[in-house]
Protein backbone atom coordinates (compact mmCIF):
# COMPACT_ATOMS: atom_id res chain seq x y z
CA UNK A 1 0.00 0.00 0.00
CA UNK A 2 1.34 3.13 -0.86
CA UNK A 3 2.13 5.84 1.39
CA UNK A 4 -0.52 8.23 -0.03
CA UNK A 5 -3.38 5.48 0.74
CA UNK A 6 -2.17 4.95 3.94
CA UNK A 7 -4.17 5.23 7.29
CA UNK A 8 -1.88 7.49 9.01
CA UNK A 9 -2.59 8.78 12.79
CA UNK A 10 -3.54 12.27 11.45
CA UNK A 11 -5.97 10.73 8.86
CA UNK A 12 -7.51 8.64 11.71
CA UNK A 13 -7.82 11.80 13.72
CA UNK A 14 -9.45 13.40 11.09
CA UNK A 15 -11.76 10.75 9.63
CA UNK A 16 -12.56 9.88 13.56
CA UNK A 17 -13.30 13.70 14.11
CA UNK A 18 -15.83 13.37 10.94
CA UNK A 19 -17.46 10.62 12.08
CA UNK A 20 -18.46 11.83 15.44
CA UNK A 21 -19.62 14.64 13.93
CA UNK A 22 -21.94 13.67 11.55
CA UNK A 23 -23.40 10.79 13.89
CA UNK A 24 -23.52 13.74 16.32
CA UNK A 25 -27.11 14.33 14.13
CA UNK A 26 -28.72 11.51 15.44
CA UNK A 27 -28.59 12.34 19.13
CA UNK A 28 -28.87 16.14 19.35
CA UNK A 29 -33.01 15.49 19.71
CA UNK A 30 -32.59 13.14 22.66
CA UNK A 31 -31.86 16.09 25.73
CA UNK A 32 -34.10 18.36 23.96
CA UNK A 33 -37.08 16.48 23.73
CA UNK A 34 -38.85 17.96 26.44
CA UNK A 35 -38.25 21.36 25.03
CA UNK A 36 -38.86 20.32 21.39
CA UNK A 37 -42.26 18.90 22.67
CA UNK A 38 -43.38 21.97 24.51
CA UNK A 39 -42.73 24.12 21.45
CA UNK A 40 -44.83 22.48 19.20
CA UNK A 41 -47.08 21.24 21.96
CA UNK A 42 -47.54 17.66 21.23
CA UNK A 43 -47.38 14.48 23.55
CA UNK A 44 -44.54 12.92 24.79
CA UNK A 45 -45.11 9.97 22.37
CA UNK A 46 -45.44 12.03 19.56
CA UNK A 47 -41.81 13.66 20.51
CA UNK A 48 -40.11 10.83 21.31
CA UNK A 49 -41.05 9.43 17.70
CA UNK A 50 -38.60 11.85 16.16
CA UNK A 51 -35.91 9.82 17.35
CA UNK A 52 -37.56 7.25 15.50
CA UNK A 53 -38.33 9.03 12.17
CA UNK A 54 -34.74 9.94 11.98
CA UNK A 55 -33.38 6.52 13.01
CA UNK A 56 -35.96 4.86 10.14
CA UNK A 57 -34.35 7.94 7.84
CA UNK A 58 -30.73 6.42 8.75
CA UNK A 59 -31.82 3.28 7.72
CA UNK A 60 -33.06 3.94 4.28
CA UNK A 61 -29.22 6.06 3.30
CA UNK A 62 -27.79 3.08 4.84
CA UNK A 63 -29.44 0.84 1.98
CA UNK A 64 -29.38 3.73 -0.52
CA UNK A 65 -26.40 5.49 0.21
CA UNK A 66 -23.97 3.67 1.93
CA UNK A 67 -23.93 1.08 -0.75
CA UNK A 68 -22.50 3.85 -3.36
CA UNK A 69 -18.99 3.60 -1.92
CA UNK A 70 -18.44 0.56 -3.47
CA UNK A 71 -18.71 2.71 -7.03
CA UNK A 72 -17.97 6.43 -6.87
CA UNK A 73 -14.85 8.05 -5.40
CA UNK A 74 -15.51 7.83 -1.78
CA UNK A 75 -13.76 11.58 -1.15
CA UNK A 76 -16.09 13.19 -3.26
CA UNK A 77 -19.31 11.01 -1.85
CA UNK A 78 -18.54 11.54 2.01
CA UNK A 79 -18.37 15.61 1.20
CA UNK A 80 -21.60 16.16 -0.64
CA UNK A 81 -23.36 14.08 2.26
CA UNK A 82 -21.59 16.49 4.88
CA UNK A 83 -22.94 19.84 2.49
CA UNK A 84 -26.39 18.09 2.39
CA UNK A 85 -26.67 17.21 5.96
CA UNK A 86 -25.89 20.74 6.91
CA UNK A 87 -28.15 22.40 5.07
CA UNK A 88 -30.78 20.14 6.52
CA UNK A 89 -29.72 20.78 10.08
CA UNK A 90 -29.92 24.56 9.13
CA UNK A 91 -33.03 23.97 7.89
CA UNK A 92 -35.05 22.04 10.55
CA UNK A 93 -33.69 25.04 13.04
CA UNK A 94 -36.20 27.52 11.32
CA UNK A 95 -39.15 24.73 11.08
CA UNK A 96 -42.69 26.50 13.09
CA UNK A 97 -44.70 23.57 12.81
CA UNK A 98 -44.01 19.65 14.53
CA UNK A 99 -45.24 18.32 10.70
CA UNK A 100 -41.91 20.21 8.75
CA UNK A 101 -39.92 19.54 11.74
CA UNK A 102 -40.68 15.67 11.81
CA UNK A 103 -39.87 15.43 7.87
CA UNK A 104 -36.82 16.95 8.62
CA UNK A 105 -35.73 14.74 11.24
CA UNK A 106 -36.04 12.08 8.32
CA UNK A 107 -34.05 13.98 6.07
CA UNK A 108 -31.66 14.65 8.53
CA UNK A 109 -31.15 10.82 9.02
CA UNK A 110 -31.17 10.44 5.69
CA UNK A 111 -27.60 12.33 5.46
CA UNK A 112 -25.95 11.27 8.61
CA UNK A 113 -24.93 8.47 6.96
CA UNK A 114 -21.22 9.26 6.09
CA UNK A 115 -19.63 7.75 9.07
CA UNK A 116 -20.64 4.74 7.58
CA UNK A 117 -18.72 5.24 4.53
CA UNK A 118 -15.84 6.48 6.49
CA UNK A 119 -15.25 3.89 8.21
CA UNK A 120 -14.52 1.02 5.79
CA UNK A 121 -12.63 3.23 3.94
CA UNK A 122 -10.28 3.39 7.24
CA UNK A 123 -10.66 -0.48 7.10
CA UNK A 124 -9.27 -0.19 3.18
CA UNK A 125 -6.71 2.02 4.54
CA UNK A 126 -5.48 0.25 7.46
CA UNK A 127 -2.42 -2.24 7.79
CA UNK A 128 -4.05 -5.28 8.12
CA UNK A 129 -2.47 -6.86 10.77
CA UNK A 130 -3.88 -3.85 13.09
CA UNK A 131 -7.49 -3.32 11.44
CA UNK A 132 -9.61 -4.38 14.60
CA UNK A 133 -7.49 -1.48 16.47
CA UNK A 134 -7.96 0.82 13.56
CA UNK A 135 -12.07 0.49 13.50
CA UNK A 136 -11.46 0.39 17.03
CA UNK A 137 -9.85 4.01 16.56
CA UNK A 138 -12.77 4.90 13.92
CA UNK A 139 -15.38 3.88 16.23
CA UNK A 140 -14.17 6.16 19.13
CA UNK A 141 -14.85 8.58 16.60
CA UNK A 142 -18.39 7.27 16.14
CA UNK A 143 -18.71 6.66 20.21
CA UNK A 144 -17.38 10.12 21.38
CA UNK A 145 -20.27 11.91 18.64
CA UNK A 146 -23.23 10.04 20.24
CA UNK A 147 -22.64 10.58 23.71
CA UNK A 148 -20.75 13.79 23.83
CA UNK A 149 -23.24 15.32 21.55
CA UNK A 150 -25.80 14.91 24.10
CA UNK A 151 -23.51 17.04 26.67
CA UNK A 152 -23.27 19.70 24.11
CA UNK A 153 -26.44 19.70 23.07
CA UNK A 154 -28.07 19.94 26.74
CA UNK A 155 -25.48 23.24 27.73
CA UNK A 156 -25.83 24.94 24.16
CA UNK A 157 -29.92 24.83 24.30
CA UNK A 158 -29.29 26.78 27.68
CA UNK A 159 -28.03 29.56 25.94
CA UNK A 160 -28.69 29.40 22.39
CA UNK A 161 -32.09 27.33 22.78
CA UNK A 162 -33.02 24.03 20.98
CA UNK A 163 -33.15 25.90 17.77
CA UNK A 164 -29.57 27.41 18.02
CA UNK A 165 -28.44 23.61 18.67
CA UNK A 166 -29.29 22.80 15.05
CA UNK A 167 -28.02 25.90 13.62
CA UNK A 168 -24.03 25.57 15.31
CA UNK A 169 -24.37 21.83 14.19
CA UNK A 170 -25.05 22.69 10.58
CA UNK A 171 -21.86 25.06 10.72
CA UNK A 172 -19.50 22.38 11.71
CA UNK A 173 -20.48 19.92 9.56
CA UNK A 174 -19.62 22.45 6.77
CA UNK A 175 -16.27 23.43 8.48
CA UNK A 176 -15.73 18.98 8.36
CA UNK A 177 -17.32 19.12 4.55
CA UNK A 178 -13.56 21.97 3.51
CA UNK A 179 -11.76 20.19 6.12
CA UNK A 180 -12.32 16.30 4.34
CA UNK A 181 -12.01 17.93 0.65
CA UNK A 182 -8.48 18.59 1.90
CA UNK A 183 -7.58 15.51 3.27
CA UNK A 184 -8.96 12.66 2.27
CA UNK A 185 -7.03 10.33 -0.55
CA UNK A 186 -7.60 10.05 -3.85
CA UNK A 187 -8.59 6.33 -5.06
CA UNK A 188 -8.20 4.01 -7.91
CA UNK A 189 -11.33 4.32 -10.36
CA UNK A 190 -14.10 2.36 -8.93
CA UNK A 191 -15.98 -0.56 -10.78
CA UNK A 192 -18.41 -0.28 -13.50
CA UNK A 193 -21.63 -1.29 -12.09
CA UNK A 194 -24.95 -0.09 -12.14
CA UNK A 195 -26.68 1.48 -9.08
CA UNK A 196 -29.56 -1.44 -9.27
CA UNK A 197 -26.85 -4.42 -9.57
CA UNK A 198 -25.35 -2.87 -6.88
CA UNK A 199 -28.41 -2.60 -4.22
CA UNK A 200 -28.65 -6.57 -5.57
CA UNK A 201 -25.80 -7.02 -4.65
CA UNK A 202 -25.87 -6.00 -0.90
CA UNK A 203 -29.12 -7.79 -0.76
CA UNK A 204 -27.25 -10.59 -2.19
CA UNK A 205 -24.27 -10.81 0.22
CA UNK A 206 -26.99 -11.04 3.39
CA UNK A 207 -28.41 -13.85 1.50
CA UNK A 208 -25.04 -15.95 0.78
CA UNK A 209 -22.84 -15.46 4.09
CA UNK A 210 -24.31 -16.72 7.19
CA UNK A 211 -21.30 -15.05 9.64
CA UNK A 212 -23.21 -11.29 8.11
CA UNK A 213 -26.27 -12.30 9.04
CA UNK A 214 -25.44 -13.17 12.72
CA UNK A 215 -23.63 -10.45 13.02
CA UNK A 216 -26.66 -8.52 11.43
CA UNK A 217 -28.17 -10.06 14.19
CA UNK A 218 -26.00 -9.08 17.51
CA UNK A 219 -25.68 -5.53 16.16
CA UNK A 220 -29.39 -4.82 16.13
CA UNK A 221 -30.27 -6.09 19.26
CA UNK A 222 -27.53 -4.40 20.89
CA UNK A 223 -28.02 -1.27 19.37
CA UNK A 224 -31.65 -1.51 19.91
CA UNK A 225 -31.29 -1.82 23.74
CA UNK A 226 -28.78 1.17 23.49
CA UNK A 227 -31.57 2.64 21.94
CA UNK A 228 -34.11 1.80 24.58
CA UNK A 229 -32.24 3.71 27.25
CA UNK A 230 -31.50 7.34 25.40
CA UNK A 231 -34.92 7.72 24.11
CA UNK A 232 -36.58 7.81 27.13
CA UNK A 233 -33.63 8.91 29.48
CA UNK A 234 -34.34 12.76 29.23
CA UNK A 235 -37.97 12.03 30.23
CA UNK A 236 -36.69 9.96 33.52
CA UNK A 237 -34.26 12.59 34.43
CA UNK A 238 -36.90 15.46 34.07
CA UNK A 239 -39.60 13.80 36.04
CA UNK A 240 -39.14 13.37 39.49
CA UNK A 241 -36.81 12.80 41.75
CA UNK A 242 -34.17 14.12 39.66
CA UNK A 243 -36.07 17.18 37.68
CA UNK A 244 -32.56 17.76 35.90
CA UNK A 245 -32.37 21.09 33.75
CA UNK A 246 -31.54 20.47 30.07
CA UNK A 247 -27.68 20.93 30.75
CA UNK A 248 -27.19 18.69 33.25
CA UNK A 249 -29.22 15.89 31.37
CA UNK A 250 -27.30 16.21 28.42
CA UNK A 251 -23.82 15.53 31.08
CA UNK A 252 -25.17 12.11 31.15
CA UNK A 253 -23.70 11.54 27.88
CA UNK A 254 -20.16 11.92 29.27
CA UNK A 255 -21.25 8.89 31.13
CA UNK A 256 -21.54 6.79 28.21
CA UNK A 257 -18.03 7.62 27.77
CA UNK A 258 -16.93 4.43 29.44
CA UNK A 259 -17.80 2.71 26.05
CA UNK A 260 -15.10 3.88 24.25
CA UNK A 261 -12.80 1.70 26.49
CA UNK A 262 -15.08 -1.66 25.26
CA UNK A 263 -14.80 0.12 21.36
CA UNK A 264 -10.77 -0.42 21.85
CA UNK A 265 -10.88 -3.58 23.63
CA UNK A 266 -12.93 -4.98 20.89
CA UNK A 267 -10.84 -3.91 18.38
CA UNK A 268 -7.57 -5.22 20.48
CA UNK A 269 -9.75 -9.04 21.06
CA UNK A 270 -10.58 -9.18 17.45
CA UNK A 271 -6.71 -8.61 16.19
CA UNK A 272 -6.29 -11.53 18.71
CA UNK A 273 -9.11 -13.37 17.13
CA UNK A 274 -11.17 -13.05 19.97
CA UNK A 275 -14.51 -11.53 18.65
CA UNK A 276 -16.69 -14.31 20.04
CA UNK A 277 -15.71 -13.66 23.80
CA UNK A 278 -16.04 -10.16 23.05
CA UNK A 279 -19.06 -10.48 21.83
CA UNK A 280 -20.47 -12.67 24.50
CA UNK A 281 -18.93 -10.46 26.95
CA UNK A 282 -20.41 -7.09 25.72
CA UNK A 283 -24.24 -8.92 25.09
CA UNK A 284 -23.98 -9.55 28.88
CA UNK A 285 -23.31 -5.92 30.00
CA UNK A 286 -25.88 -5.11 27.83
CA UNK A 287 -28.57 -7.40 29.88
CA UNK A 288 -27.14 -6.69 33.00
CA UNK A 289 -26.92 -2.64 32.63
CA UNK A 290 -30.84 -2.86 32.06
CA UNK A 291 -30.69 -4.99 35.96
CA UNK A 292 -28.54 -1.99 36.88
CA UNK A 293 -31.59 0.86 35.64
CA UNK A 294 -34.50 -0.95 37.04
CA UNK A 295 -33.42 -2.22 40.43
CA UNK A 296 -32.67 1.33 41.53
CA UNK A 297 -34.54 3.89 39.14
CA UNK A 298 -34.37 6.45 41.49
CA UNK A 299 -30.50 6.61 42.55
CA UNK A 300 -27.91 8.41 40.25
CA UNK A 301 -25.62 5.42 41.29
CA UNK A 302 -28.35 3.02 39.71
CA UNK A 303 -28.45 5.41 36.71
CA UNK A 304 -24.97 6.10 36.04
CA UNK A 305 -23.63 2.45 36.51
CA UNK A 306 -26.22 1.36 34.17
CA UNK A 307 -25.32 3.64 31.54
CA UNK A 308 -21.90 3.08 31.44
CA UNK A 309 -22.14 -0.65 31.03
CA UNK A 310 -24.63 -0.54 28.54
CA UNK A 311 -22.57 1.98 26.46
CA UNK A 312 -19.52 -0.26 27.23
CA UNK A 313 -21.22 -3.46 25.99
CA UNK A 314 -23.46 -2.29 23.31
CA UNK A 315 -19.36 -0.91 21.39
CA UNK A 316 -18.19 -4.67 22.71
CA UNK A 317 -20.46 -5.94 20.44
CA UNK A 318 -20.60 -3.38 17.62
CA UNK A 319 -16.83 -3.31 17.08
CA UNK A 320 -16.33 -7.10 16.84
CA UNK A 321 -19.18 -7.33 14.70
CA UNK A 322 -17.54 -4.94 12.39
CA UNK A 323 -14.16 -6.66 12.58
CA UNK A 324 -15.54 -10.26 11.64
CA UNK A 325 -17.62 -7.98 8.58
CA UNK A 326 -15.17 -6.50 7.06
CA UNK A 327 -12.97 -9.80 6.78
CA UNK A 328 -15.87 -11.32 4.68
CA UNK A 329 -15.76 -9.27 1.15
CA UNK A 330 -12.49 -7.17 1.39
CA UNK A 331 -13.31 -5.80 -2.03
CA UNK A 332 -17.06 -5.13 -1.15
CA UNK A 333 -17.18 -3.41 2.18
CA UNK A 334 -19.70 -0.65 1.63
CA UNK A 335 -22.13 -3.04 0.98
CA UNK A 336 -21.20 -5.32 3.90
CA UNK A 337 -21.08 -2.58 5.86
CA UNK A 338 -24.71 -1.04 4.15
CA UNK A 339 -26.67 -4.17 5.08
CA UNK A 340 -24.91 -4.44 8.33
CA UNK A 341 -25.64 -1.11 9.42
CA UNK A 342 -29.26 -1.18 8.38
CA UNK A 343 -29.83 -4.26 10.91
CA UNK A 344 -28.10 -2.22 13.38
CA UNK A 345 -30.30 0.77 13.18
CA UNK A 346 -33.12 -1.05 12.24
CA UNK A 347 -32.58 -2.23 15.39
CA UNK A 348 -32.25 1.08 16.93
CA UNK A 349 -35.58 2.06 15.31
CA UNK A 350 -37.30 -0.68 16.84
CA UNK A 351 -35.90 0.29 20.01
CA UNK A 352 -37.17 3.44 19.97
CA UNK A 353 -40.39 2.49 18.87
CA UNK A 354 -41.08 -0.07 21.78
CA UNK A 355 -39.31 1.96 24.54
CA UNK A 356 -41.36 5.21 23.37
CA UNK A 357 -44.60 3.27 23.56
CA UNK A 358 -43.57 1.48 27.42
CA UNK A 359 -43.04 4.34 28.86
CA UNK A 360 -46.02 5.96 27.80
CA UNK A 361 -47.66 3.02 29.45
CA UNK A 362 -45.54 1.98 32.42
CA UNK A 363 -42.75 4.66 32.84
CA UNK A 364 -39.29 3.69 34.07
CA UNK A 365 -40.40 -0.02 34.59
CA UNK A 366 -41.52 -0.37 31.18
CA UNK A 367 -38.31 1.08 29.74
CA UNK A 368 -35.87 -1.38 31.68
CA UNK A 369 -38.19 -4.50 30.59
CA UNK A 370 -38.01 -3.88 26.77
CA UNK A 371 -34.25 -2.55 27.05
CA UNK A 372 -33.82 -6.36 29.25
CA UNK A 373 -35.40 -8.15 26.36
CA UNK A 374 -33.19 -6.86 23.48
CA UNK A 375 -30.34 -7.82 25.88
CA UNK A 376 -31.58 -11.36 26.19
CA UNK A 377 -31.96 -11.17 22.48
CA UNK A 378 -28.13 -10.70 21.77
CA UNK A 379 -26.58 -12.66 24.54
CA UNK A 380 -28.60 -16.46 24.26
CA UNK A 381 -27.81 -17.14 20.41
CA UNK A 382 -23.73 -15.58 21.25
CA UNK A 383 -23.52 -18.16 23.77
CA UNK A 384 -23.58 -21.26 20.91
CA UNK A 385 -21.90 -18.63 18.41
CA UNK A 386 -18.60 -20.54 18.20
CA UNK A 387 -20.09 -23.86 17.65
CA UNK A 388 -22.29 -22.33 14.89
CA UNK A 389 -19.19 -20.50 13.16
CA UNK A 390 -17.17 -24.08 13.23
CA UNK A 391 -20.26 -26.11 11.51
CA UNK A 392 -21.52 -23.14 8.98
CA UNK A 393 -18.54 -21.61 7.85
CA UNK A 394 -14.54 -23.79 8.13
CA UNK A 395 -12.90 -20.39 8.18
CA UNK A 396 -12.88 -18.26 11.29
CA UNK A 397 -15.73 -16.08 11.22
Known amino acids: MSSARRLTPMLTGVMALAIGTIVANLYYLQPLLHLIRGDFRVS ?33 LV ?14 SLARSYGLFALLTVVIGLTSIAGQILIPFGA ?15 MTGLLAGALLSRTVSGFLSESVGWRGVFRVAGLALLVIALLLSRVLPD ?28 RCWYGATAFGAFSVLWTTLAFHLAARPFSYSSGVIG ?55 GIVVLDAGTQMVHVSNQSVIYALAPDQRSRVNSVYMLSFFT ?7 FSASAYSHWGWTGTCVVGALFGLGALVPSLFERQRAALSDPAPA
Open 124 to 138: DLADPATRGRSVGRL
Open 44 to 76: TFAASSLVTLMQAGYAVGLITLVPLGDLVARRR
Open 347 to 353: GATLGSL
Open 187 to 214: EAPRPRVSYRELLRGTFQLFAASAPLRR
Open 251 to 305: LFGLVGMAGILGANLAGRGADARREHEATRIGAAAVLVSFLLLGLAPGTLLGVVA
Open 79 to 92: VGIFVASALSMELA
